[in-house]
């Protein structure tokens, strides 16, 4: 018996891929990790389509095609960056009688 000794990553050279990337509040920085890992080994998806933070990477990769400017965007945020207020403060904030 004769078993094929190609990996996945030559089955991804082979033909043109879709890249499917999921949700997560910080999974972009998962995300961005797989695409760069594939950048790497010269694997490059001809289509990129995802679901919040997936569909941010795959529209940024999309549209630059360009992983170092990315890696420095997302290298560079820090927890000011990351808007989470408390129900309270939304009340507060927003809604005009400061009532919820």
């Known amino acids: 018996m004769t078993y094929s000794t190609s990996t996945l990553g030559d089955w991804l ?3 043109p891929f879709t890249l499917a990337l999921s949700s997560g ?3 972009f920085f998962a995300h961005f990790g797989v695409v760069k890992a594939l950048h790497e080994q010269g694997l ?3 289509r990129y389509c995802g679901s919040s933070a997936g569909a941010l990477v795959g ?3 999309a549209a630059s095609g360009d992983c170092s400017a990315l890696e420095q965007r997302l290298l560079s ?3 000011a960056d990351f808007w989470d207020p ?3 403060w939304v009340c507060w ?3 005009p009688s400061g009532k919820c």
């Open 13 to 15: 050279a082979d033909v």
């Open 25 to 27: 509040f910080f999974g």
């Open 44 to 46: 490059k998806p001809a």
């Open 59 to 61: 529209a940024c990769m």
């Open 77 to 79: 945020l820090g927890k």
């Open 86 to 88: 408390s129900p309270a």
């Open 93 to 95: 904030r927003v809604m």
